[in-house]
């Protein structure tokens, strides 16, 4: 994790920011919030924190000159040439705005931040970050105004969930786009694009967390897509290679191509395969692998739904398998014209 005890929000200013598209503007604060209260704080702190659930790292792109991406040249500027805070968040908030032109993008609340103590790479430095909360929840609560007892429904933020879009840009490594982290829960359709691609324009760094993501997508596409098509196997098959897989990245600490393949494939042929679809994979996606890297196990945790081992049956059934192939039978009812499964087992569980 990317906090200490002693991580903290240094400062915090608040605007609002609409839909350009929609002509709904932007509210700018001119004083930064008032940070006294230790309660307030501390949630907000852990709202922000909260929403990193795997430390994925990005940087700052542009294909022309890093200082023709917006948010890292005017962040380059509060860093590194101390311009002013509450300026440098107007100018931010006031992109963000331009680029909001997406019908379905919200007005949302812009929170800009700078962060005390937090920790990249085992040193401490400080940071920025850069939130938008969209949507808000209903409370209730009870309140006693003399004899009279009432309750009076709130909007608020729910500080147990994570925030809409938000990144943190670590103090660190300006001259390759600083260190950043995102979060983006709403997905890759055009709305959300504006914020990861247009807004931040960010690409992910190369570290082991992008390795591991990289060779694990790469067996479970091979896999699914090219292993059935080459060599007869079934379904079980193909469920229990991927479970080798993942069994690999949750048991070993370093990751060397040769042993991985050896591991899950075993047989020569099926090796020679893997190895030809990931050159093809690699020219045609513009993707380097390493063949040696530790395995990162944030990374495994993320992806593992990838070399997740489900046999699906028409609409009715879903079958888990965790291993011991054996186990489990492939077969034809020809009076009823149906395939069926055969599974062999000792305890219900």
């Known amino acids: ?26 509210i700018y604060s001119d004083s930064c919030i008032n940070l006294k209260n230790d309660s307030v704080k501390n949630n907000l702190l852990d709202l922000f924190i909260n929403s990193f659930k ?15 991406n917006i948010v890292y040249n005017n962040l380059y500027d509060f860093f590194y040439k101390g311009a002013n805070f509450i300026e440098t968040s107007k100018k931010i908030a006031s992109y963000l705005y331009e680029v909001s032109n997406h019908p379905r993008i919200k007005k949302g609340d812009f929170y800009f931040l700078s962060l005390e103590n937090v920790i990249y790479n085992n040193e401490i430095t400080n940071a920025i970050g850069i939130f938008k909360i969209e949507n808000y929840d209903t409370f209730v609560k009870v309140e006693q105004n003399n004899d009279l007892i009432e309750l009076v429904s709130e909007s608020g933020i ?6 809409d879009k938000g990144c943190i840009v670590f103090n660190t490594d300006k001259e390759n786009g600083y260190v950043v982290m995102v979060v983006d829960p709403s997905g890759k359709g055009n709305d959300a694009k504006y914020w990861t691609d247009i807004f931040l324009n960010v690409k992910v760094r190369a ?38 897989g993942l069994d690999f990245f949750k048991q070993e600490d370093f990751f060397d191509f040769d042993k991985f393949s050896k591991h899950v494939f075993e047989q020569p042929q099926v090796i020679e395969s893997f190895n030809n679809f990931k050159q093809n994979y690699s020219t045609e996606n513009d993707i380097q692998f390493k063949n040696e890297f530790e ?12 070399l997740r081992s489900v046999i699906k049956l028409d609409k009715n059934f879903h079958i888990y398998i965790h291993g011991k192939k054996e186990l489990i039978e492939r077969g034809y009812d020809a009076e009823n014209k149906m395939y069926y499964y055969k599974l062999f087992f000792k305890d219900e569980m």
């Open 54 to 68: 795997y430390p994925e790292y990005f940087s700052f792109y542009h294909d022309k000159s890093i200082f023709n």
């Open 1 to 26: 994790m990317f906090v200490t005890e002693n991580t903290q929000i240094n400062k915090l200013i608040i605007h609002k920011v609409g839909n350009s598209n929609l002509n709904e503007g932007v």
């Open 207 to 244: 570290n082991d967390f992008l390795y591991t993501s990289e060779i694990m997508n790469l067996c479970k596409n091979y896999v699914t897509e090219v292993l059935p098509e080459e060599f007869e196997v079934s379904r079980a098959d193909q469920a229990d290679i991927l479970n080798k």
């Open 158 to 163: 729910n500080t147990n969930k994570t925030v």
């Open 295 to 306: 395995i990162s196990d944030n990374a495994v945790k993320k992806n593992q739904r990838y």
